[in-house]
């Protein structure tokens, strides 16, 4: 019988062990360095208000994928939900992502979706034709205006550099949209846990093959000699004791806060003027509307480079993050007992989706060359 380790009990982590379990003859031990299963989807009742709260911030699952929303309701019952986000800069509420409803407040406007598209054509700098990061990306599509309102401040603080610095890619993760659809996401299914996270990792991996250690910290110079195949999910470069130096990351955290009732009217607000010191501020009983509570908790959410103890959230991925990603990259292929998969260990900016999408074809092209007996 095969003996697996897997590194981590998100859901890289997660998603795999149970994939073994179920198709292969073998004990799969899970590892996990937190007190906790679900990596940072964790999720658990507070207890003063009794309102689910994800612990690690807002997690709204949405995918295009069919097979994938499908995969997790398996496991739990996604409820679907519509993320609605509201941005406050200068003493006023807006809608986002940018919309016509945004485009018509912010410039006095009463636009039809034809009239904004030619205005923000006519304001946006149409000099850059191939922008190489943020700040060109969002001068190109929006222009000055609206990017030094809704994005430059917010990305300042969320990003800890300038918009200069950072990849246009980050900026097409939001749509602009010139009628009044206001869903954050473009993705056709999203949704959130009926009864939080939680329960989706225990039911992956409550299985008889399977062994969860929590409080486990794992190094990469521990004996793992009684393994076939070692899983790591966590940064990269912990695994490597960190050789070439630390992958930057931003890190998150909360100042907590409860109230009676209704304290913001919405889940997220976010914060877009730079002297507000926190980026957005969330309040999770808006996540499960179909639920009652007196009480409400809400959370400011302030953003920082992650320092030794910290979390790490996103990665940075500035130009010397990815010199030594390179570096770390060319190590980890030349250790065929070893995988790296997930968000951490393959240092990208990924959704949930995309996680459990990556391991689930992981998974499967894994146990087909264990069936096959080729090396995948
Ligand atoms: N962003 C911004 N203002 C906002 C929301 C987002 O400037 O009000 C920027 C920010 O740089 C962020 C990026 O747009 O990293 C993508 O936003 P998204 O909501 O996808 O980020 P998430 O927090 O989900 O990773």
């Known amino acids: ?15 795999l062990a149970n994939e073994l379990a179920n198709n292969l003859h073998c004990t799969v031990d899970v590892l996990d360095e937190r007190e906790h299963i679900g990596g940072n989807c964790y999720t658990e009742r507070d207890k003063e208000t009794g309102v689910m709260v994800h612990t690690y911030g807002p997690h709204i699952f949405n995918t295009d994928r069919k097979d994938i929303w499908d995969y997790v309701n398996r496991f739990i019952e996604l409820v679907p939900y519509t993320n609605r986000v509201k941005a406050l ?22 636009f039809s979706p034809k009239e904004a598209k030619d205005f923000i054509v006519s304001i946006a700098d149409n000099s850059i034709e191939d922008p190489q ?31 200069t610095e950072l990849p246009a890619a980050i900026l097409k993760r939001l749509p602009v949209r010139f009628n009044y659809n206001d869903n954050y996401y473009h993705t056709a299914y999203q949704g959130i ?13 409550n299985h008889p093959s399977i062994t969860v250690k929590l409080n486990a910290k794992f190094d990469a110079s521990q004996d793992v000699s009684g393994y076939d ?19 930057a990351y931003r890190t998150v955290y909360f100042e907590r806060g409860v109230d009676e009732g209704d304290y913001q009217g919405n889940a997220v607000i976010n914060y877009s003027n730079e002297d507000v010191p926190y980026t957005r501020v969330h309040e999770h009983k808006h996540f499960t509307p179909w639920e009652q509570h007196d009480k409400t908790v809400y959370f400011k959410e302030y953003s920082k480079e992650t320092g030794e103890e910290d979390i790490p959230y996103y990665p940075k991925r500035l130009a010397d993050d990815k010199a030594k990603l390179l570096q770390y990259r060319k190590e980890a292929e030349a250790l065929k007992s070893v995988s790296f998969l997930g968000r951490l260990a393959t240092y990208r900016y ?11 074809d992981y998974a499967k092209q894994f146990v087909q060359s264990e069936t096959q007996g080729t090396t995948p």
């Open 193 to 205: 846990p009926r009864d939080g996270y939680t329960l989706m990792f225990e039911k992956l991996l």
């Open 133 to 163: 990061n943020f700040e060109e990306q969002a001068m190109k599509f929006i222009g000055k205006d609206l990017y030094k309102a809704f994005f430059y401040g917010y990305t300042k603080k969320q990003w800890g550099c300038e918009p």
């Open 89 to 110: 800069y200068n003493g006023q509420v807006y809608s986002l992502p940018i919309n016509l409803h945004t485009i018509n407040q912010f410039f006095g406007k009463t």
């Open 1 to 15: 019988m095969k003996k697996f380790l897997i590194v981590g009990a998100g859901f890289s982590g997660a998603v």
């Open 350 to 360: 990924m959704d949930m989706h995309h996680v459990v999408g990556e391991a689930l």
């Open 229 to 247: 195949h070692v899983f790591f999910t966590g940064p990269l470069d912990q695994y490597f004791n960190y050789k070439h130096g630390r992958l």
